[in-house]
């Protein structure tokens, strides 16, 4: 990156943190902070082996807190031992939680069952000595291919519980992506369900299990559990198949917790790269556990009155981080949520929110951006026709958050008198990065603002060197941190080059461009190829996007960038509108209107040089925008790639027509 990315973000609203919530803060006041700034900057191994033993039950203290000998495949307390499953459950029955509730669960037809400590703890005893029975042990590894339900945080708590190594994949992935992960991590068993249910319909899970069998190689297989969701009827294999039911009912209520190393994968968990193959992330169990747990207590202030509600699936990093482990192991009432935020309509998350008291609300930009077109188009679902005075703190993960949409989520949800931590993180990260801390950042709406203690975060250029406030770079973080990714499951070279490039200087290179500005608040302009070059400045694809955003036509909007012979690169933009899709005359003004707006909020430069209308935009089952279709759109070539994590492939059509 040797041009600096030039940022024509212009956003100057700042929101101190509220008095009364400062007073309360685990993190309380600028000072607090600083002092764990300095602390970590000053002896980070001395301040993360001081979190470590304060914060995790050690069955075998570490004594070496890292180990740099085999750079960059970090070691986190080494020659510590525990179970993770055991600091999630007994930690908090013996300090009196067992009769506590830690899942409320919300199906998707709205019953509601509760579970406490005790009781959950019981399920994942069951459940784990079940999987002895047939022979599971520490190392093995499984599949665990479920629809939220506290079925599935027991199973990947019952797998920890053991040392198998659970590899969740999403319910909404299809067979092809089952069976490339289930060969990828060599699994022997396979945990799913019957069917799922998401917005009043029945979607088969198993079915694309066989199907993934059916491709062959997976003869290491050996069991498939199938959790009774529906009773939908399921082909049925005597030899591999067998019904969770079935095999936990008569299992003892107790099971105890193997140690594992600290450095034991607790899991692996694919995510896509820049290249086709997906990447097997490989977890920890204490650094990642330590993370998880802190995390909770300084990003989201976890309190024990609190309940907590993350909206995101198992089935990804935020689900694995902040539902299965960190707000178990801070003994934290839950929310888990089998469906989805428009069924039965679109005031659904409003409506839990005020049912089940939720105080802390986590969710993505992309569900904030699609709940203020429905709720503007129908006040019966506007948060406002809704009691949120439960909520203290909100939450925003997943991609950048634009400026509208932010002051949205801040005026209508969180009543002008919550904080929003808009948390920058990854995958690889295993936990929250750079966020606010609620008691402690003034906000910058549409920045993560600043690093957490211990995070060395930075941003520079190509050859490493840090750059100046203002100028754009690559994220880095400099120093490792305990709950990083440890390798990329049975490909330590591609985890080498992909994170660690030799020009770097040994940092972890995070994949997004970003800036710094003078007030050391992070600004995210997108993933590296994310950030165009048109007439030799650099353009944030998010700039333009929030500039669109903010138009008052737009609902949503995805910028990517084509190559042009006379800029270098073009911006092209994929536009919502809050109202029915334009075309013909109707299309060209408006475009012609929204080209004149940009020249206007950003300038000139960032113009589109073309703008498309859909009905949507093409999605990830998680919600996330996929750019690297959009791109091959606006080329106006045909899409080849892999479509199967596309949530509504039909989208593709509309968007290929220029206006
Ligand atoms: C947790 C998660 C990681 C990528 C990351 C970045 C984008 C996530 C963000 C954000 C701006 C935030 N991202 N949080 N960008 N602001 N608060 O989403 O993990 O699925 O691995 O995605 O998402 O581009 O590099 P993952």
Known sequence: MSNSIQSVLVETRVFPPPEGFVKQANISGQAAYQALLDESDRDPNGFWGRLAKENLHWTKPFTQVLDESNAPFYKWFGDGELNVSANCLEANIERGLGDKVAIIFEADGGEVTKVTYHELYERVCQMANGLKSLGYKTGDRAIIYLPMSIEAVAAMQACARLGIIHSVVFGGFSSKALHERIIDV????????????????????????????????CDIVRHCLVYKRTGGSVAWDDKRDMWLHDLVKDQPKTCEAVPVNAEH??????????????????????????????TMQWTFDAKPDDVFWCTADVGWVTGHTYITYGPLANGMTQIVFEGVPTYPNAGRFWEMIQRHHVS???TAPTAIRSLIKASEANAAVHPKSFDLSSLRLLGSVGEPINPEAWMWYHINVGQERCPIVDTWWQTE?????????????????????T?????TAAIVDETG?????????FLVIKRPWPSMIRTIWGDPERFKTSYFPEELRGYYLAGDGAQCDADNCFWIMGRIDDVLNVSGHRLGTMEVESALVAHELVAEA???????????????????????????????AIAKQLRDWISKEIGPIAKPKEIRFGDNLPKTRSGKIMRRLLRVVAKGEEVTQDVSTLENPAILDQLTKPV
């Open 429 to 449: 990260t295993g936990g929250h990065m750079i966020t606010p801390l609620p008691g402690v950042t003034p906000l910058k709406p549409g920045s993560c603002t």
């Open 186 to 217: 060599g699994a022997s068993l396979v945990i799913t369900a019957d069917e799922q249910v998401r917005g009043g319909k029945q979607i088969p899970l198993k079915p694309a299990v066989d199907e993934a069998f059916g491709m062959g190689g």
């Open 265 to 294: 994968p607790l899991f692996i968990l694919y995510t896509s790269g820049s290249t086709g193959k997906p990447k097997g992330v490989q977890h920890s169990s204490g650094g990642y556990l330590l993370w998880a747990k802190l």
């Open 451 to 455: 690093r957490l203690p211990g995070i």
């Open 360 to 362: 802390i609300f986590y």
């Open 465 to 473: 060197g840090d750059v100046e406030a203002g100028q754009g770079g």
């Open 558 to 588: 995805a910028v990517v960038g084509r190559p042009d012979a006379t800029t270098g690169e073009a911006v092209v933009a994929f536009v919502v509108l809050k109202r029915a899709t334009p075309d013909g005359d109707e299309a060209v």
